[in-house]
């Protein structure tokens, strides 16, 4: 499974970015695909993740009501919508997939990452 993020970039505090992931490979759509981030000098911590067929969806508690991830299967691609964004959730985001929901970590497969910037 090949995933390739997009859509970071700077905004301002309280503003809006939506990031994307694209999957491709053989069976890329029965993974449950989730969001990563990592900040400067921090550890890469977990964001949001998405069953595969979008019907559950689980998210860190410091996104909860901000954030919301979905996936449209017929174009193999999640998003993660994020909104209210504070410097805080300035870090590179990256996307992964993985066959037991995220139960284990490291994740089956990573994706590069994509800045976001969150200025005041």
């Known amino acids: 499974v090949q995933l390739q993020a997009s859509g970071g970039g700077l905004v301002q505090a309280g503003g809006s970015l939506r990031l994307s992931c694209e999957a491709s490979g053989r069976d890329s759509s029965i993974y449950t695909v989730g969001w990563f981030r990592q900040a400067p000098g921090k550890a890469r911590e977990f964001v949001a993740h998405?069953?595969?067929?979008?019907?559950?969806?689980v998210y860190a508690e410091f996104v909860k009501g901000r954030f919301t991830i979905s996936r449209d299967n017929a174009k193999n691609t999640v998003y993660l919508q994020m909104n209210s964004l504070e410097p805080e959730d300035t870090a590179v985001y990256y996307c992964a997939a993985d066959g037991a929901s995220f139960k284990n970590y490291p994740p089956d497969y990573w994706g590069q990452g994509t800045q976001v910037t969150v200025s005041s």
């Open positions: 998405i069953s595969w067929n979008g019907g559950s969806a």
